[in-house]
T-cell receptor, first 108, second 113 residues
Framework: QKEVEQNSGPLSVPEGAIASLNCTYSDRGSQSFFWYRQYSGKSPELIMS????GDKEDGRFTAQLNKASQYVSLLIRDSQPSDSATYLC????????FGKGTRLHILP | NAGVMQNPRHLVRRRGQEARLRCSPM?????VYWYRQLPEEGLKFMVYLQKENIIDESGMPKERFSAEFPKEGPSILRIQQVVRGDSAAYFCASSPRGEGEQFFGPGTRLTVL
């Protein structure tokens, strides 16, 4: 069974620090990887997509992909209280499978 | 440039009634996905549709649930004879191509009394 695993958290990070969110997946055939942010009571919002090994940076966000280790991560630099949310990792094999999400709490 | 639209945003039904949820994808998107999310739970895939075709319904309960995406008009997720366990948030997402990024609508919160 194809799985996407995330630590449920909560992960507490001081304001201004780097938040590191991790995700592992089971299917080596996975080609596309996504990070979504979901505020409580709201819908998921796409924040990053990554398709090849290495790092991809977009503003304060960096996605890192290591296909050999079947590992994808999201770094958030200069964390802000507005970053407090649940972060969903999603992996596409023949359909997109979502992890259950990591709750991130930025401490003011 | 309108995003994915869903209506109604909130729907209350009594046990045994039918619930009909609508989703209009983003302009130019022909791939639609439905997900269900229970409180404090992850997103659970239900069904993937293209215009007039069901591509993957492996996440749909075998009974009472059906989905369609007609040539004209929105995609519809229909739940017949609702039970309390159907209470959840139902999200629709659309994509311009099958394996690419998905963009979510605001969701429909279904409450079954």
């Amino acid at each position: 069974q194809k799985e996407v695993e995330q630590n449920s958290g909560p992960l507490s990070v001081p304001e201004g620090a780097i938040a590191s969110l991790n995700c592992t997946y089971s299917d080596r055939g996975s080609q596309s990887f996504f990070w979504y942010r979901q505020y409580s009571g709201k819908s998921p919002e796409l924040i990053m997509s990554i398709y090849s090994n290495g790092d991809k940076e977009d503003g304060r966000f960096t996605a890192q992909l290591n296909k050999a280790s079947q590992y994808v991560s999201l770094l958030i630099r200069d964390s802000q209280p507005s970053d407090s949310a649940t972060y969903l990792c999603a992996v596409n094999v023949d359909k997109i499978i979502f992890g259950k999400g990591t709750r991130l709490h930025i401490l003011p | 440039n309108a995003g994915v639209m869903q209506n109604p945003r909130h729907l209350v039904r009594r046990r045994g009634q039918e619930a009909r949820l609508r989703c209009s994808p983003m302009k130019g998107h022909s791939h639609v996905y439905w997900y269900r999310q229970l409180p404090e739970e992850g997103l659970k895939f239900m069904v993937y549709l293209q215009k007039e075709n069901i591509i993957d319904e492996s996440g749909m309960p075998k009974e009472r649930f059906s989905a369609e995406f007609p040539k004209e008009g929105p995609s519809i997720l229909r739940i017949q004879q609702v039970v309390r366990g159907d209470s959840a948030a139902y999200f629709c997402a659309s994509s311009p191509r099958g394996e690419g990024e998905q963009f979510f609508g605001p969701g429909t919160r279904l409450t079954v009394l």
